[in-house]
């Protein structure tokens, strides 16, 4: 591997509680992003990857064990330490669950037989397991990464999003995304959505209107507007805003663009109105911003 391309990253950790702690990792960038965390042989692990790809380093690189997009990976080992050391390739999200034995035995402590690794015969074994999961499970992970509420607010939200979370992945029932989404119950709508993000992002200088959007991912415009706020959270122009924003920001601070070529790069006809919405969005211009970085 290209030690060039690798990244050290950093991830956004919530603590739910003591011994309880979510961790949300994004790597927008180009390049692989790596991430290590110490985390000892007390805790069990649930690793969900949304979007991209990533691998989990073991034993110093002699083993790696390898997380696709809508998979997830469960880690369990009372004999050793299992410390967090990911590569997560660009373009790529995952959110972690990390919680003490101790604390997940309580969640379950009535149906203990109901989950595998929880038998006497399992519960001082290592126990990994990866598999895929469900649309239900997608739309939380969604709303995980793309909340926006009050700071005071959001590890209440995330516990919240995290208890569900852990009950949809074992649940195995056949009731699963009925019960979680009604009109998303068909993997196939969540694959249009899906589709309807990316084809906004990519052509975010002159994006499609809602209709047009509608019409090309074979959609109706009432689930597209609906499912697209449940998956991402936010409405599609909302969402597209942000983004964009976003985008902007990156290219301003990476030194190479002007004011009037990030504008233009993300759809507005003047700097005038590149100047209005980067306002909107940050409470201060552009050329501010980037002198505030410099003086910073």
């Not at 690794?117 to 239900?136: I, R, T, V, W």
């Not at 074992?170 to 589709?195: A, S, Y």
């Not at 980067?278 to 552009?286: A, I």
Request: with cysteine; proline share 4%.
């Amino acid at each position: 591997m290209d030690v060039k391309s690798v990244a050290t990253g950093s991830f956004q950790e919530v603590l739910i509680e003591d011994g309880f702690f979510v961790l949300k990792i994004q790597n927008d960038s180009p390049h692989i992003q790596r991430v290590t965390r110490e985390i000892d042989s007390s805790f069990i692990q649930f690793h969900f990857c949304s979007k991209g790809h990533s691998k989990f380093i073991f034993n110093e690189g002699r083993y790696a064990l390898e997380v696709k997009e809508e998979n997830s990976l469960l880690l369990y080992n009372t004999q050793v330490d299992l410390p967090l050391n990911l590569e997560l390739s660009p373009n790529s999200w995952l959110v972690s669950v990390v919680m003490t034995i101790r604390k997940f035995h309580s969640l379950f402590s009535k149906e203990a037989d109901y989950i595998p690794f929880l038998s006497p015969e399992n519960k001082d074994k290592k126990y990994y397991s990866q598999e895929g999961f469900s649309p239900a499970i997608s739309v939380i992970l969604s709303q995980m990464m793309n909340y926006n509420l009050h700071p005071s607010i959001k590890p209440l939200y995330i516990k919240g999003k995290v208890y569900e979370l852990i009950a949809l992945y074992f649940n195995k029932g056949d009731e699963t995304d009925m019960e979680q989404c009604p009109f998303l119950v068909d993997e196939d709508n969540v694959r249009r959505i899906r589709q309807a993000k990316e084809i906004i992002i990519a052509r975010m200088a002159e994006p499609p209107t809602l209709s047009e959007l509608s019409e090309e991912i074979g959609l109706s415009l009432k689930k597209l507007k609906e499912g697209f706020k449940q998956i991402y959270g936010e409405p599609v122009f909302t969402f597209l805003f942000e983004y964009k924003m976003e985008y902007a920001r990156r290219m301003l601070e990476s030194g190479q663009y002007n004011v009037n070529e990030v504008g233009h790069k993300i759809g507005y006809s003047t700097a005038s109105h590149f100047i209005s919405a980067f306002k909107k969005k940050y409470g201060t211009t552009p050329k501010k911003y980037l002198m505030a970085l410099s003086n910073g």
